[in-house]
């Protein structure tokens, strides 16, 4: 036992010595000069141009994407109504594509796949889903076929 | 690295099984706490982090006065905390049923979404407020910050016309040929009369912010940026505006030569480029405007390679992009070096395979661009000129400020009046944010909040409060209470001893590892201090200090005594550079005596820290 009091003790000693620092600047601290809404992009600026070339395959970085837009589709959509102003909704899925520096996604069927995933993840169905598909499809049958494909894919 | 495996004895038949078993059946679902030391910066108290697979979820506390939860990719964290900011890191795998480890990542994943939102209404309600005081009152301080991203890649604040470009006046007539020759003319003014239609938001009621995503608003301010943004889109292509010469980027030099096996792949992209920009030019996308800036310049870009032989490129570093001047840099040129190289190295990289495919996808094109003004930026170092070094996008975004132009027709009692909600929904939003959200030292910092989050995951809405504890044994091994860890090191030793902890591994930092592979007293004598260390270079957002204490406890306070000494010289420094310097000495001296003093208690915080890493070495 005496190793354990020990150890015990000494790990009181660091506790105690490391709240003098946490009292002093406290546990990390993200710096945003700039709007607030863009701290959350300012740790990933800083790194991502240095990451971005060294590692991370095409098909992760597709797949992430994918993910994100299913994510923020079905946030969105349990947020929502059907009839909805789009704008916003369409805004959001620009900031994610603009990340991986793409500005055309609204001619990627991974976008419309993705959207597809996210209708099914916040269990829209029906009537509500059809006027889903074709909103965020602006009509398009090819873009209604792909947000189908993602929507059959999800279990 | 240390790694501490947790695991029950187990007999040879079990080993056996395991081995044969399916991974799902062999490998539950699991999760990991991450614990980062204490270091000197923006987190001397330590850190903590949650990780699901590659994403790592953790706290931080923002300018705002809030805290905030981030995600980042699990690399680029490890690069940060372990490489760049030099500090040892420790993981513990949580075992958990499969339920458990998707409940607690959905609702990370959900509070990391729901606070994006919540803090985009607080930045939209922000921009809304000075836009309308910028219409009432025309101008003032805080008007800078409302920008149109794109537009500075032709324009620049005064919109000084520039030479006709002959490749726009090309691209203006296939537009023509497709909508017809009135099309440019009418679509500015459908614009124009949008603006003058446009009405103030209508805001969700913001009593109080809850777990849920707040309703998305499509705001006035963001309307009216992006048709004026749309109008510049349509102003570029009918002056047969060119692209600015310093948003360009061209270097003729003999590994910027385009092959034969790029020309195709280039001219193919091209015609893609205009191909989108045409279509975008007639969609109702609201940020059609600088999709169409976007696809210009970079079909610009392109024409350039073409035309001139050389690989040429949009400049995708942003407005306020960190710029190093020679005498912040001077003394790192064999890490600018190696930040060259990896640059140039990526850039071939993606540029191969580009012609190995035959086919560039605008993702792809994306990251050659970034890759390739990296590697000019960087080289900018060697003829000791100033350089951009953080800020990079993924997509061109120079901005110019909102200018004079079509406003919409409201008249001054009708700004009041928004200006007035705008003001109160503003105060509103953040006093609610405040009250969820607010950093507290002690009760509400970067380790309670992710106890808080756990204990949310595992309580269902109208469970029992009470059943927590019990809830949490049984899914996780154990409780933790936030209140009594709110050190990011205690709550790691809490982690260990009550969840259900598989295994433990200690990563060391990035000086610590380079120093594994040194031997002998005189290495060891060497990289004990800045001066004769060759495995660190003295980076100034550090304060001054001498010797490294952090792998040497023997030592440690006598090191801290010469540290002491540092820091009390750097103060009376400071004190008389004060009127040059705005402080900073003096408070970076304060610092080096606060970093100094555990080290007389035989307590390690600094550990010294880089800018200039290359991202390569953690992947090697």
């Known amino acids: 036992m005496p190793f354990i009091s020990e150890n015990v003790n000494h790990n009181r000693v ?92 609204d001619e990627d069927p991974k976008t419309y796949v ?27 049958q090819e873009h209604m076929k792909d947000i189908q494909k993602g929507y059959d894919s999800e279990k | ?115 994006e939102r919540q803090f985009k209404l607080l930045d939209d309600l922000l921009k809304e407020r000075i836009f309308i005081r910028h219409l009432l009152y025309a101008g003032g301080d805080e008007a800078s910050a409302l920008r149109l991203k794109g537009v500075g890649l032709f324009y620049n604040e005064t919109q000084d016309a520039a030479a006709k470009s002959p490749a726009v006046q090309s691209l203006r007539q296939k537009i023509e040929q497709r909508y017809g020759t009135d099309f440019l003319l009418r679509r500015r003014l459908n614009i124009e009369a949008q603006i003058k239609a446009l009405r103030p938001s209508r805001w969700p009621d913001l009593e109080s912010v809850d777990d849920n995503f707040a309703p998305a608003i499509y705001s006035f301010t963001e309307h009216y940026s992006d048709l004026m943004t749309a109008l510049f889109a349509l102003k570029a292509l009918s002056d047969a505006q060119p692209l600015r010469d310093d948003a360009l980027v061209q270097m003729h030099q003999p590994n910027l030569k385009i092959s034969e096996a790029e020309k195709p792949v280039l001219q193919d992209l091209r015609n893609r480029l205009e191909a989108s920009l045409i279509k975008a030019l007639n969609s109702n996308r609201p940020d059609w405007g600088y999709a169409v800036l976007v696809n210009l310049a970079r079909h610009l870009a392109v024409d350039a390679s073409l035309q001139s032989g050389y690989w040429t490129f949009v400049d995708d570093f942003a407005d306020d992009s960190e710029r190093l001047n020679p005498d912040q840099y001077l003394g790192h040129s064999a890490q600018l070096r190696a930040l060259i190289n990896d640059a140039e190295a990526a850039q071939n990289r993606f540029r191969q395979s580009a012609a190995s495919q035959r086919h560039l996808s605008e993702a792809e094109y994306s990251q050659i661009e970034m890759a390739a003004n990296r590697h000019l930026e960087l080289l900018n170092s060697e003829r000791r000129r100033t350089f951009c070094f953080n800020g990079e996008k993924a997509l061109p975004s120079k901005s110019i400020t909102f200018p004079d132009g079509p406003v919409p027709e409201l008249t001054p ?7 007035s909600k705008a003001d109160e ?60 860890n709110f050190i990011p090191f205690v709550a790691y030793q809490s982690v260990l001893a009550h ?46 200090f001498v010797f490294f204490t952090d792998d040497n406890v023997l030592l440690r306070p006598l090191f801290g005594v010469v540290n002491t000494g540092a820091g009390i010289s750097q103060s009376l420094y400071g004190l008389f550079s004060w009127p040059w310097d705005a402080g900073k000495n003096l408070k970076s001296g304060a610092t080096g005596i606060l970093m100094s003093l555990p080290e007389l208690a035989f307590f390690n915080m600094r550990k010294g820290s880089y800018k200039y890493l290359s991202f390569k070495l953690m992947e090697d």
């Open chain 2, 425 to 484: 929904l503003e105060n509103r939003l953040f006093a609610a944010l405040q009250q969820n959200y607010r950093y507290d030292l002690l009760g509400r910092n970067c380790v309670t909040e992710l106890f808080r989050t756990i204990d949310k995951a595992l309580l269902k809405p109208g469970d029992d409060p009470g059943a927590l504890t019990k809830e949490s044994e049984q899914r996780l091994g154990g409780y933790i209470d936030a209140s009594y």
């Open chain 1, 14 to 105: 660091k506790a105690a010595l490391l709240a003098l620092p946490l009292l002093m600047a406290g546990c990390s601290f993200s710096d945003s000069s700039r709007s607030i809404s863009d701290s959350a992009g300012s740790i990933s600026d800083s790194l991502g141009s240095i990451s971005e070339s060294s590692h991370s395959s095409d098909s992760s970085k597709s797949k992430k994407y994918e993910n994100e837009v299913s994510d923020y589709t079905q946030a969105y959509v349990k947020s929502s109504h059907a009839e909805a102003d789009y704008s916003s909704f369409v805004k959001g899925l620009g900031d994610i594509a603009a990340k991986r520096g793409v500005v055309n996604w």
């Open chain 2, 499 to 544: 969840y259900r902890v598989t295994e433990s591994r200690d990563l060391d930092s990035y000086r610590r590892l380079e120093l594994a592979k040194l031997t002998g007293l005189i290495a060891a004598w060497s990289e004990s201090n800045i001066i004769s260390s060759s495995l660190y270079w003295y980076n100034p957002d550090d304060s001054l």
């Open chain 2, 1 to 115: 690295m240390r790694f501490a495996p947790k695991l029950p004895c187990v007999g040879v038949f079990a080993l056996a099984a395991a081995l044969i078993l399916p991974l799902s059946a062999a490998s539950p679902a699991t999760f990991n706490f991450v614990y980062i030391e204490a270091s000197e910066g923006n987190s001397s108290g330590g850190h903590a982090a949650i990780q699901f697979d590659d994403d790592i979820y953790h706290y931080q506390h923002v300018d705002s006065g809030l805290t905030r939860l981030f995600r980042q990719e699990k690399n680029e964290f490890h690069f940060l905390y372990r490489y760049l900011q030099n500090r040892p890191m420790h993981i513990a795998r949580i075992e958990a049923d499969d339920d458990t480890v998707n409940r607690l990542r959905e609702r990370f994943k959900s509070q990391f979404l729901t606070q």
């Open chain 2, 413 to 419: 009692a009708q700004l009041s009046e928004a200006l």
């Open chain 1, 114 to 140: 993705a959207i597809g995933k996210g209708l099914k993840k916040a269990g829209i169905e029906g009537i509500a889903y059809e006027t889903y598909k074709k909103n965020f499809a602006n009509a398009d």
